[in-house]
Nanobody, 115 residues
Framework: QVQLVESGGGLVQAGGSLRLSCEVSENIFNFNTVGWYRQAPGKERELVARINVGGRTDYADFAKGRFTISVDAGVNMVHLQMNGLKSEDTAVYYC?????????WGQGTQVTGSQ
């Protein structure tokens, strides 16, 4: 069974930075994409950033220029570096792995940006 475990969330002042990490229980090259989604209270879950096996990245418009996704394939880790955080970035952030349209999710980690 695929397991994804996130870490690195927390409370940060506006303009601050956080780095989220996700440990994947198997080789990340077994998946089509790995990435991050988020869900704010009362809103639907939305893509933040993802990366495919070829290294191509996709970012939501709100993440471009502020967030960077990366992988450490040797230890099956996916990272999300978030800079310039805003209060509207407050959400639960979920690690995601996608294989043949089947999605696997972590338990989520809370990120709170204070004004």
């Amino acid at each position: 069974q695929v397991q994804l475990v996130e870490s690195g969330g927390g409370l940060v002042q506006a303009g601050g930075s956080l780095r989220l990490s996700c440990e994947v229980s198997e080789n990340i090259f077994n998946f089509n994409t790995v990435g991050w989604y988020r869900q704010a209270p009362g809103k639907e879950r939305e893509l933040v950033a993802r990366i495919n096996v070829g290294g191509r990245t996709d970012y939501a418009d709100f993440a471009k220029g502020r967030f960077t996704i990366s992988v450490d394939a040797g230890v099956n880790m996916v990272h999300l570096q978030m800079n310039g955080l805003k209060s509207e970035d407050t959400a639960v952030y979920y690690c995601n792995a996608n294989r043949l349209s089947r999605h696997y999710w972590g338990q989520g980690t809370q990120v709170t940006g204070s004004q």
